[in-house]
């Protein structure tokens, strides 16, 4: 019998382990790509949450661009027990193409400066993003500010000479000159020494000139009447929260003619060391206001509710302060109440990153209960935004009264529903034309 003699083919089991050896080195190198790629997003996650303050960042801007109306249908789709309005549907197409349009190129189809705010620099430098839509404001139009050209800071919103007024009207913006000062310094009610522990509430104003063309064109005798200007908003204010039950001091500083050197550019520095100073003069201040007019036409800052036009407003955060959803929280409890009790009037909760003339906080890191109210724009009257003023106190006041009588508490972000279109319509002008 032969003996049997078997072969090994070296070569081939060479390569065949030399095939494993590469199919497991490259498993291996996929799943350690993997756990890197999984651990980096991780904690860019985690960072992105402590770092990065501004809502920008947040699902919560992009959730924002939806129509209440069509996320009150969209729970009503699933809710049977919710009844959705039969005024528009769910789902209609031009609210669907709005929303991915402005999600994927952050263009609002509705404000076309959007478009020339990403391709020519510097004009996206007033970028605000929506943190809270509302009833009076669904095409999603933001806050506008008009900023004063090199060696014009006292003037256009600020100030302005008579015979500049038409030619700044252009810019929305008129006011009056650092050459028509006023002969004595407002009362500055927060540099008073002297307080009660009933005052809470402290009401300023970073843009102390803006005022309104319709009042201006009133003042034949002097156009440029300092007493015609938004710290007459803030006095109302304070008043009426005083008739709710709420101290309140007014500061109507007037920075042109006390600041040697003054800059436009510095406005909130300024303001700062105001409130500053009236929050060492008075330890019991918690709750701060500092109160704008906007910039915008009456058309898209006006709202008619049972027959009385209401200057609207908007709600601003600042992006750079590291604890702005406090804040943020601060103007929902107001603006839920507007939306509730006087639809129409809240142009929204807006998102603003860093522009020129201010630190992108806007002095609100000094308090959680710190927001910017702009009131009405440059065509309302004194008489639409002072309505608008006893409003505001009325609600500013519940809130504060409610923070008193409970403990804090974190409530959840919700979105407002729509109220019937019925209630609220827009301005009429003396010409026709939507306002």
């Given amino acids: 019998m032969k003996p049997t003699v078997k072969w090994i083919d070296i070569a081939r089991f060479k390569r065949k382990w030399l095939e494993l050896l590469t199919m497991g080195r490259t498993f291996l190198l996929m799943a350690l790509a993997s756990a890197v790629f999984i651990v980096v997003i991780g904690v860019g996650g985690i960072l992105e949450q402590r770092l990065q303050t501004s809502p920008l960042s947040s699902m919560k801007g992009a959730a924002a661009q939806i129509s209440t109306q069509w996320f009150a249908n969209m729970l009503a789709m699933e809710m049977p027990t919710m009844e959705s309005s039969p005024e528009k549907a769910a789902l209609s197409r031009q609210d669907v193409a709005h929303m991915l349009v402005r999600?994927?190129?952050?263009?609002?189809?509705?404000?076309?400066?959007t478009?020339?705010?990403?391709?020519?620099?510097?004009?996206?430098r007033d970028t605000s993003v929506p943190l809270r839509l509302a009833i009076g404001n669904q095409a999603a139009k933001g806050p506008e500010e008009f900023v004063p050209a090199p060696g014009e800071e006292d003037g256009a919103e600020h100030g302005g000479a008579p015979e500049k007024a038409h030619d700044d009207e252009k810019n929305g913006d008129v006011g009056q000159s650092e050459t028509d000062k006023p002969d004595s310094e407002p009362v500055d009610e927060s540099a008073q020494s002297s307080h009660t522990d009933d005052e809470v509430v402290f009401i300023y104003h970073s843009h102390n000139?803006?005022?309104?063309?319709?009042?201006?064109?009133?003042?034949?005798?002097?156009p440029n009447d300092d007493k015609k200007n938004i710290t007459l908003v803030g006095k109302r204010l304070q008043e009426q929260l005083k008739k709710q039950g709420i101290g309140a001091l007014h500061s109507s500083k007037?920075?042109?003619?006390?600041?040697?050197?003054?800059?436009?550019?510095?406005?909130?520095?300024?303001?700062?060391?105001?409130?500053k100073k009236a929050m060492s003069n008075n330890k019991n201040l918690k709750f701060f206001f500092d109160i704008h007019r906007d910039s915008a036409r009456r058309k898209d800052t006006t709202v008619t509710i049972k027959g009385?036009?209401?200057?609207?407003?908007?709600?601003?955060?600042?992006?750079?302060?590291?604890?702005?959803?406090?804040?943020?929280?601060?103007?929902?409890?107001?603006?839920?109440?507007?939306?509730?009790?006087?639809?129409?009037?809240?142009?929204?909760?807006?998102?603003?990153?860093?522009?020129?003339?201010?630190?992108?906080?806007?002095?609100?890191s000094l308090s959680p209960n710190s927001v910017i109210i702009e009131v009405g724009g440059i065509e309302n009257t004194l008489t639409e935004s002072n309505r608008t003023a006893d409003v505001l106190a009325e609600l500013i006041a519940e809130v504060i009264k409610e923070q008193k009588g409970a403990k804090p508490v974190t409530k959840p972000i919700s979105k407002p529903l729509n109220k019937p279109a019925a209630t609220v319509s827009k301005q009429t002008t003396n010409n026709g034309n939507q306002a």
């Fill in 209 to 222: 000139r803006e005022s309104w063309k319709p009042e201006l064109e009133k003042q034949t005798d002097n």
């Fill in 103 to 113: 999600l994927v190129t952050n263009v609002n189809p509705l404000d076309p400066k």
């Fill in 308 to 364: 009385k036009a209401y200057a609207q407003v908007y709600f601003v955060i600042g992006h750079r302060n590291p604890n702005w959803k406090e804040n943020e929280q601060f103007a929902a409890d107001i603006h839920e109440k507007l939306e509730a009790k006087y639809p129409g009037i809240s142009r929204g909760i807006w998102g603003k990153a860093a522009s020129k003339g201010t630190n992108g906080e806007y002095n609100q």
């Fill in 254 to 275: 007037d920075y042109v003619s006390t600041i040697q050197g003054y800059n436009w550019n510095f406005s909130y520095k300024y303001s700062n060391q105001t409130v």
């Fill in 115 to 124: 478009l020339l705010a990403g391709e020519m620099p510097g004009v996206s």
